[in-house]
């Protein structure tokens, strides 16, 4: 199976970019060419198109189903599995956040909260642990922010983030208002 060249250079990209967002090469190029195909494919047609082993394929698409990005569909009288993503683009952003929280955040979050269980024993302890906390009030609203977020549906998601520009926009804006009113206030007259 030959990729048109637009395809192969998003999935060779993509690869490089799987790196960088908590994945191999291979996997990221396996999973860039799910997406952009039309059809479920095989682990020989995704070996065939990558230039891969199907030890490798397999590999890939195991830990691809481990995040919850592909799917594997059996057809009537073939004994191939046949992979596809796990939903529209996104839904898999939503999940590639989701995984990448629960393996990065989540484990963070448990030992910075060990930390602030125990007793500091100097002052640069106590300062130490008041840094500690920073981070984990952070992890924590940021953690928060990301559950409210996975509760929003597509389409209020994707306003949302249309929103986003505009609202720092607006709270600049408020900024700039209240604080040149604040410059401007005539003081109270002395009685």
């Known amino acids: 199976m030959t ?3 637009l395809t192969a250079s998003f999935v060779l990209h993509f690869g490089e970019m799987g790196s960088r967002w908590g994945f191999n090469r291979t ?15 095989t682990a020989n047609d995704l070996s065939d198109s990558l230039g891969i082993s199907r030890g490798n394929v397999s590999m890939a698409v195991k830990e691809l189903q481990s995040w919850q990005l592909a ?18 683009i ?21 030992v910075v909260r060990d930390i ?3 007793q500091p024993a100097t002052p640069q302890d106590e300062y130490a642990q008041a840094k500690v906390r ?4 952070l992890l924590e609203s940021l953690s928060k922010w990301a559950d409210d977020l996975q ?3 597509p389409d209020s998601l994707q306003t949302l ?17 209240f604080s040149d009113a604040a410059a401007i206030e005539p003081e109270s007259p002395k009685t």
């Open 151 to 153: 509760q929003l549906n």
């Open 3 to 5: 990729m048109p060249p």
């Open 161 to 177: 983030m249309k929103l986003g520009t505009r609202m720092g926009k607006v709270l600049e804006f408020k900024e700039r208002l």
């Open 116 to 118: 602030l269980m125990e």
């Open 27 to 41: 996997i990221g190029q396996v999973f860039a060419l799910l997406v952009m195909s039309e059809e479920a494919l």
């Open 90 to 110: 996104m839904a898999l952003a939503i999940k590639v956040f989701e995984q990448r929280r629960k393996r990065e955040v989540d484990p963070t979050l448990s």
């Open 134 to 137: 920073e981070v984990h009030d």
């Open 71 to 88: 799917k594997v569909m059996h057809r009537q009288g073939d004994r191939k599995e046949y992979y596809y993503p796990a939903g529209d």
